[in-house]
């Protein structure tokens, strides 16, 4: 709010700085130009708003589809044939729970997937599995237990085609998918 | 209001358009072709002599004794003479010259007869000989509706294969499989029937959702499913010849693996309902829920013993996915396999005495074979990302699913790992074969 401030003055000053040193070329072309000046000043006050946000604070849509905030990651991954959420996954989760715990009519399906390899039922059992570790970190956390349903579709869903640790890496996953906001 | 009358007569309608479509007989036309890339070395010789057709009647729609010279050379076991090599066509016991077949190195040949009846129906013959005696060994006679005639003929090819090998022929059987086609629109999924050898495939349910498991009921009417039709995972029962289906388990959770006792009566399934994934026994006609298996870690992939009185299942309660047996009443589980850090799927052999199971190895996941009195495990395949094995049902060949350059493939290889087949689809991925039980003649 103070950093929106500050913006808003030190814009207010550089216009006027603008209109002194057009003012010193003196025609009254340019003080009609002063006045179009100080409109195009109240309108960059509005767009002082803007400046904020795009240093990251000020989002103002809503929290989820901010592309800046962890929120907009929805894909956590696990290692071969493990549920333990990784370290670097952490924070992504943490974001979701708090933003859960603040808004009670927000819900998520946790959705657990798993690479091609082995056999298919214990695939599904397996992403259930990552489902509900995603699930049980998120409750701690201070979601509640009805903003949170699991679901597994094993490796029957990929989010990768090909053959390769580079495609099962990204196919043994949790995605968040919100049911509503 | 009439809106929602219009819409449900809409469905009904196109609920019996499918049934109509399910039941129409499609003869002559495979999607899987099988071919043989391994067979045995010394193979036995057969002459199969193409069936003698009556003058001036209308040909029967198949070609009997090709179908019979393929179901045998598809075993793998059988090498048969090629049509244009044959030194004479006999259709008659008493034209034939056994010197000629003699000089040829033929153990034996097959020769018959196909007339048709008056009501539209055909009269089949066919007669197996031991060439070095000179004798009869078989012989039988059929008749057939137009439709039946490739059943007909696989039937023959069991006559022959068992009276020839001491072995129950596995040709009059079928397989179900599932199949996706992906396109920028989405995937596709079918559970599909054929006959043993491809021919006569039929969608027994198409579906914008995957479609997994399928499990033969023991009489052969009915194929149990799980489908994640409307975002969850449901088990159903279809009956095959109706198209009608039920939903035999829909708890919270999972809801996969069924897998029929030997009797009927009851199904083997992985619920986790109670919080993770359990070996469950529902009692089908009442739909009573008996609980398996006890343990914090995954419990699934149920299968049952021939003999019914126990089941193995996969469990990484040790730390890794192994082969588990558990009394069909319950109590103590043991563990069976201790080599390698990942095995799972099993499904006994029609004899009960070895499993067939995913044997997962140094990143590579193969069919493998448990002898169970031995516990000597054999790698049965050479391949990395095998899976699904499924015996048929005389316990000669395993049917599993494979990724190939193309996608996902069928393949088949004997239990000794001596004849190799390999199963295209014209078009998309195709996965999860289950060979089904012995047909009811």
């Known amino acids: 709010m103070r950093k929106g401030l500050n913006s808003l003055l030190l814009l207010i000053f550089s216009v006027a700085f603008l209109v002194a040193c057009e003012g010193t070329t003196g025609t009254t072309k340019d003080e009609s130009s002063v006045?179009?000046?100080?409109?195009?000043?109240?309108?960059?006050?509005?767009?002082?708003?803007?400046?904020?946000?795009?240093?990251?604070?000020g989002w103002t849509g809503h929290p989820l589809d901010d592309p800046n905030s962890l929120l907009a990651r929805r894909t956590v991954y696990f290692d071969f044939d493990?549920?333990?959420?990784?370290?670097?996954?952490?924070?992504?989760?943490?974001?979701?729970?708090?933003?859960?715990?603040?808004?009670?009519?927000?819900?998520?399906?946790?959705?657990?997937?798993?690479?091609?390899?082995?056999?298919?039922?214990?695939?599904?059992?397996?992403?259930?599995?990552?489902?509900?570790?995603?699930?049980?970190?998120?409750s701690l956390l201070g979601a509640a237990g009805q903003q949170l349903r699991t679901l597994s579709y094993g490796e029957e869903r990929p989010a990768a085609a090909g053959h390769n640790e580079e495609a099962w890496a990204l196919n043994r996953r949790v995605e968040i998918i919100y049911r509503s906001k | 209001?009439?809106?929602?009358?219009?819409?449900?007569?809409?469905?009904?309608?196109?609920?019996?358009?499918?049934?109509?479509?399910?039941?129409?007989?499609?003869?002559?036309?495979?999607?899987?072709?099988?071919?043989?890339?391994?067979?045995?070395?010394?193979?036995?010789?057969?002459?199969?002599?193409?069936?003698?057709?009556?003058?001036?009647?209308?040909?029967?729609?198949?070609?009997?004794?090709?179908?019979?010279?393929?179901?045998?050379?598809?075993?793998?076991?059988?090498?048969?003479?090629?049509?244009?090599?044959?030194?004479?066509?006999?259709?008659?016991?008493?034209?034939?010259?056994?010197?000629?077949?003699?000089?040829?190195?033929?153990?034996?040949?097959?020769?018959?007869?196909?007339?048709a009846l008056a009501n539209g129906r055909y009269s089949l013959e066919f007669r197996l000989f031991d060439v070095f005696r000179g004798a009869q060994v078989k012989g039988y006679e059929f008749e057939a509706a137009p439709d039946e005639l490739r059943r007909k003929a696989h039937q023959i090819s069991d006559i022959v294969y068992e009276a020839l090998t001491g072995e129950r022929g596995a040709f009059d059987t079928r397989i179900a499989y599932v199949t996706e086609k992906k396109s920028a629109a989405g995937s596709r999924y079918?559970?599909?029937?054929?006959?043993?050898?491809?021919?006569?495939?039929?969608?027994?349910?198409?579906?914008?959702?995957?479609?997994?498991?399928?499990?033969?009921?023991?009489?052969?009417?009915?194929?149990?499913?799980?489908?994640?039709?409307?975002?969850?995972?449901?088990i159903f029962a279809q009956n095959l010849s109706v198209g009608t289906r039920q939903v035999i388990a829909a708890f919270p959770g999972l809801n996969g693996a069924p897998a029929w006792s030997p009797d009927g009566k009851s199904m083997a399934m992985t619920l986790s309902k109670d919080g993770n994934p359990e070996v469950y026994v529902m009692d089908i006609a009442t739909r009573l829920l008996k609980r398996l298996t006890v343990s914090a870690a995954i419990d699934t992939e149920p299968a049952w013993s021939p003999d019914g009185k126990s089941l193995v299942f996969t469990s990484d309660r040790g730390g890794t996915p192994q082969i588990y047996r558990i009394p069909a009443s319950g109590g103590q589980a043991t563990r069976?396999?201790?080599?390698?850090?990942?095995?799972?799927?099993?499904?006994?052999?029609?004899?009960?005495?070895?499993?067939?199971?995913?044997?997962?190895?140094?990143?590579?996941?193969?069919?493998?074979?448990?002898?169970?009195?031995?516990?000597?495990?054999?790698?049965?395949?050479?391949?990395?990302?095998?899976?699904?094995?499924?015996?048929?049902?005389?316990?000669?060949?395993?049917?599993?699913?494979?990724?190939?350059?193309?996608?996902?493939?069928?393949?088949?290889?004997?239990?000794?790992?001596?004849?190799?087949?390999?199963?295209?689809?014209?078009?998309?991925?195709?996965?999860?074969?289950?060979?089904?039980?012995?047909?009811?003649?």
């Open chain 1, 35 to 57: 006045t179009g000046g100080s409109s195009s000043g109240t309108s960059s006050s509005g767009s002082a708003t803007t400046t904020a946000a795009g240093s990251g604070s």
């Open chain 2, 336 to 441: 069976l396999t201790f080599e390698g850090k990942y095995n799972s799927r099993a499904t006994f052999a029609p004899d009960g005495k070895s499993l067939s199971l995913v044997h997962g190895d140094k990143g590579t996941f193969r069919i493998a074979v448990l002898d169970l009195e031995n516990n000597a495990l054999r790698v049965l395949t050479k391949t990395t990302l095998d899976e699904s094995p499924s015996f048929a049902p005389n316990g000669s060949m395993l049917l599993y699913a494979t990724t190939d350059a193309g996608g996902g493939a069928l393949a088949g290889v004997s239990t000794d790992g001596r004849v190799r087949q390999e199963l295209a689809a014209q078009q998309g991925d195709v996965r999860e074969p289950a060979w089904s039980p012995f047909r009811q003649p």
């Open chain 2, 1 to 115: 209001m009439i809106v929602n009358v219009n819409r449900r007569l809409a469905l009904v309608l196109c609920a019996c358009a499918s049934m109509l479509m399910a039941s129409l007989p499609r003869t002559g036309h495979a999607v899987l072709t099988i071919r043989i890339t391994q067979g045995i070395e010394g193979a036995l010789p057969i002459a199969i002599v193409p069936f003698g057709l009556q003058a001036g009647a209308q040909p029967p729609p198949v070609d009997v004794a090709q179908i019979v010279a393929n179901d045998l050379t598809r075993s793998g076991r059988f090498s048969p003479l090629p049509f244009g090599d044959l030194p004479s066509r006999p259709s008659e016991a008493s034209a034939v010259n056994f010197a000629d077949f003699r000089l040829l190195g033929m153990n034996n040949l097959v020769i018959g007869k196909v007339r």
């Open chain 2, 190 to 234: 079918a559970l599909n029937v054929a006959d043993s050898d491809g021919f006569n495939p039929q969608v027994v349910l198409d579906s914008k959702s995957p479609i997994v498991s399928p499990s033969w009921s023991p009489d052969g009417s009915q194929l149990a499913y799980v489908s994640f039709e409307g975002n969850r995972p449901r």
């Open chain 1, 82 to 138: 493990e549920s333990v959420i990784l370290d670097q996954d952490r924070p992504i989760l943490e974001a979701h729970a708090q933003y859960l715990s603040q808004n009670p009519g927000a819900a998520v399906t946790l959705e657990g997937h798993t690479d091609e390899r082995g056999t298919r039922e214990y695939n599904l059992a397996l992403g259930e599995r990552r489902a509900v570790a995603v699930r049980q970190f998120m």
